[in-house]
């Protein structure tokens, strides 16, 4: 960690996300106005000291608004990465770890998935599961595993004959518990780029899904769908949709900078 | 040329692997396609007759078989939700998409290139600060987002196009060409982004080796240098990435032709999944997967073929 | 036959390299070594690097995962244990000392927590580490203090049969001393039994008490430290030694 906050990307990354998590975490126990009240007095309101962001076209508090969207746009990346990295986290630890016919394989289908364009297999994924908030989380979770078992497969197998591990084996320690215990712990830094990478890409995405209209589906809020809901007050009320597009680009800069500050991509 | 058999062999076998996979990815949705396609006229005669029709009583594989050679020929089934040839649904869509991801393709070359050669040959001073910053916030900004911007900013405000209009091929090539233009610069903004950061740091590398060093102490200005020795080697890797960044355009196309209503293949797909129309989603999907493997065999190609270190290796 | 540790009978080690196509190509880096450890013996091993020194170390321990071994092993103690040449490489650099140390009992598995902490403890006295580094990550030690907890993981399972794989020559020459006088220490006291490699030979003679000499693969020449030195019987041997004393 100390090390990492010399690097200008990685200070500026920490300063945007913490601020926007800051936020998003203030804005689960309070928000300005309800998200959700109507005022049919105060409809497509101009921002202003009373409305920071202004107001849709229901009268509704678009700050609040955003700040909620961003919390469940938070709350699904979060998810969705958590599912990515523990199973790639196994799946690249065994392989790694072992090699042989079944890595070969594995890894050939990865690269052939990671050749895609995630939104391509999030779509088939959601043409099968169906639309919402949960089918959302676990089709981009499942698309992550490819890329983190990945990068756990490529640390694994350096790490695996090194003398530290030679060592443990050579008290009788077993497989697994080389594997988790010993080699696990040192890939953590690696890993912490591509968590970063994986929050990037899972806002991105969640925002395109249910922009799209094919991920979280009213009343469930997210930024995606406030974007789409935008969409149609483009005239009256531009503010929405910028408002709403800032809280995105917010987000996505910050998680990106910080993996670039780490040593990611 | 082993190398190219090799690599073609690879392609043929991810070809069918694909076409395979999404068969059988739309096979495993629960639910009868009869039920949908005659609504209210529904009885259990008719289904029966119309599975018959479909080939649906067929067994798996034979179903596989039969839709497999009908992609080849050009007829991939019948959409559910129409109930009319795929091929009639989709035709005039594949050109629009083609042409909005091809667009913005040749615009993340014309904007990606100079500018990784800028900041390179700026490096250190404020304008390649201010560049870098730049360019990290535009690889941040979701394509779509930036659509609705040039929405509001050029059709809404300055009234340079119409929102949500679109003038077909068969009437204008210049017209069609003229609606795309937005659509394809939302795309290719943060692809062009990501590209110039990739095309400056390979510079900047290739600027450290000790044959640069070398032209230096010959006298050679920066220029002269950037352009006599390190650009070849530079763009190596650049162009690899550009091959296999047209698959990205394709991604970016599927969801901007959402925000400007251009009717291509990405809107029918989104319908599509909508409506449970299955064999018009899967064919979607398999036409843009062959694209992505096709590109990506290209970029392997032509990487091969510029740098023949690579088969050594 | 006195109180033996370990016995290495005809020991043949090839490593096979096969690729994917079935192409293989095999390197033979042992060849038909046989020899033996008493109980409190230091037994030097010295040949050039490349000459199967490490590749022997690894056998005896079996650690040799992708090569072709025949021939006999007998230990005649239970957990044999090394201490690797670079100490930087052979600590977990995610954990800190008190982690390591203690893993070893832990996955012994006999003692509780109390009392695989006070056996830490009891072993970093030994080995002349300061208690507070039990806090500490390797990367924050110095090499000496690396080498000192690296001896200290093999030998807090109560080994009586190490092997040290140049276990000084990583090190500072200034510190080199003190862990050699360590580990001399460390036999009297914990009744231990050496396999000393080295390239070194002057090191070789001063602790060791008697000698393989080691030469592609084979031991060409071995017995006692005063005997090898002053009558070497082989070519390689001499001219070993020659290259030293002039």
Not at chain 1, 182 to 204: D, E, Q, R, T
Not at chain 1, 209 to 225: A, H, I, K, N, T
Not at chain 2, 286 to 292: C, D, L, Q, R, T
Request: aromatic share 10%.
């Amino acid at each position: 960690m100390k090390q990492y906050l010399k690097d200008k990307n990685f200070r500026a990354g920490l300063l945007i996300t913490g601020i926007m998590l800051c936020v998003i975490l203030i804005g689960l126990l309070w928000t300005p106005y309800d998200p959700n009240a109507m005022s049919g007095s105060e409809k497509l309101l101009k921002p202003s000291a009373a409305h920071l962001f202004g107001t849709d076209n229901f009268g509704r508090d678009i700050f609040s608004r955003v700040i909620q969207g961003a919390g469940a746009t938070f709350l699904i990346a979060a998810a969705a990465v958590a599912i990515g990295l523990v199973i790639g986290l196994i799946i690249g630890g065994l392989t790694g770890y072992y090699g042989g016919v079944l890595d070969e394989i594995l890894m050939r289908i990865s690269d052939t998935i990671l050749a895609f364009p995630s939104i391509l297999l999030a779509l088939v994924m959601i043409a099968i599961l169906g639309k919402g908030k949960y089918n959302i989380i676990i089709a981009l979770g499942i698309l992550f595993i490819p890329s983190f078992a990945r990068i756990v497969r490529s640390e694994v197998a350096k790490q695996k004959n090194t003398d530290y591990v030679r060592n443990a084996r050579l008290m009788g320690a077993s497989n697994m518990r080389i594997l988790f215990l010993h080699i696990m712990p040192n890939i953590v830094p690696v890993l912490l780029s591509s968590v970063a990478i994986g929050f990037n890409n899972a806002v991105l995405s969640e925002a395109s899904m249910s922009y799209l209209g094919v991920g979280v589906q009213p009343p469930d809020p997210s930024l995606g769908r406030l974007l789409s809901e935008a969409q149609g007050y483009l005239f009256q009320a531009p503010w929405y949709a910028i408002c709403t597009g800032l809280a995105i680009i917010l987000l996505i800069l910050g998680f990106g900078l910080l993996s670039e500050g780490m040593g990611g991509e | 040329m082993t190398y190219v058999l090799k690599k073609t062999g690879v392609l043929i076998i991810s070809l069918i692997l694909i076409s395979l996979l999404a068969f059988l990815a739309f096979q495993i949705i629960p639910g009868d396609p009869t039920t949908k396609i005659l609504g209210t006229d529904y009885t259990p005669e008719r289904a029966e007759a119309l599975r018959e029709q479909l080939g649906l009583n067929d067994p798996l594989p034979a179903r596989y078989l039969s839709w497999l050679k009908g992609l080849l020929q050009g007829d991939p089934g019948i959409s559910y939700s129409y109930f009319m040839p795929v091929k009639e649904v989709m035709s005039g869509k594949i050109q629009v998409t083609a042409a909005l991801s091809l667009l913005s393709w040749v615009l993340v070359m014309l904007f990606s290139i100079p500018l990784g050669i800028l900041l390179a040959r700026f490096e250190g001073g404020h304008f390649e600060r201010a560049g870098i910053v730049l360019n990290q916030v535009f690889m941040a900004v979701p394509p779509f987002f930036l659509g609705m911007l040039f929405t509001y900013l050029f059709g809404l405000v300055l009234h340079w196009f119409m929102p949500g209009g679109y003038i077909p091929f068969s009437q204008s090539v210049p017209g069609a060409l003229g609606y795309m233009f937005f659509p394809a610069l939302a795309i290719a903004i943060p692809k062009a982004a990501k590209t110039a950061k990739l095309l400056r740091s390979s510079i900047l590398n290739e600027m450290n080796k000790d044959y640069v060093r070398t032209a230096y102490s010959r006298g050679n200005s920066r220029w002269a240098v950037l352009r006599d020795h390190v650009l070849r080697n530079a763009m190596l890797p650049v162009i690899t990435y550009l091959a296999m960044s047209l698959a990205d355009t394709v991604a970016g196309s599927i969801i901007v032709e959402q925000v400007f209503a251009l009717p291509g293949l990405g809107r029918l797909l989104l319908s599509a999944i909508g409506n449970r129309d299955f064999p018009v989603a899967q064919c979607i999907v398999v036409i843009i997967a062959f694209v992505v493997v096709f590109m990506n065999y290209l970029a392997d190609i032509i990487t091969q073929y510029v740098d023949p270190r690579v088969r050594l290796s | 036959m006195s109180d033996r540790v370990l016995e290495v009978n005809n020991l043949s080690v090839v490593y096979q390299d096969s690729t994917v196509f079935g192409k293989k190509s095999n390197f033979q880096a042992l060849t038909d070594v046989s020899f033996h450890i008493d109980h409190g013996e230091i037994v030097g091993l010295v040949g050039e690097s490349g000459c199967g020194k490490s590749t022997l170390s690894k056998a005896i321990l079996g650690m040799l995962d992708d090569a072709k071994v025949t021939g006999e092993i007998r230990h005649y103690t239970k957990r044999p244990q090394m201490v690797f040449q670079d100490p930087h490489g052979s600590l977990n650099p995610a954990r800190t000392v008190g982690w390591i140390l203690e893993e070893p009992l832990r996955i012994f598995g006999k003692y509780d927590e109390p009392e695989r902490k006070r056996r830490v403890l009891d072993m970093m006295t030994r080995v002349g580490l300061d208690h507070e580094l039990i806090t500490h990550k390797p990367r924050e030690l110095s090499g000496g203090q690396k080498q000192r907890v690296s001896i200290a993981t093999a030998l807090i399972q109560r080994p009586r049969f190490v092997v040290a794989d140049e276990p000084v020559s990583a090190l500072d020459v200034s510190i080199q001393g003190q862990i050699l006088q360590l580990l001399l220490n460390l036999r009297d006291e914990l009744d231990l039994s050496y396999l000393f490699i080295t390239h070194d030979l002057n090191l070789c003679y001063s602790i060791c008490d008697r000698v393989l000499v080691m030469y592609k693969g084979q031991i060409v020449e071995q017995g006692p430290v005063d005997e090898v030195y002053e009558h070497p019987q082989h070519e390689y041997t001499k001219a070993l030694l020659d290259a030293v004393l002039k």
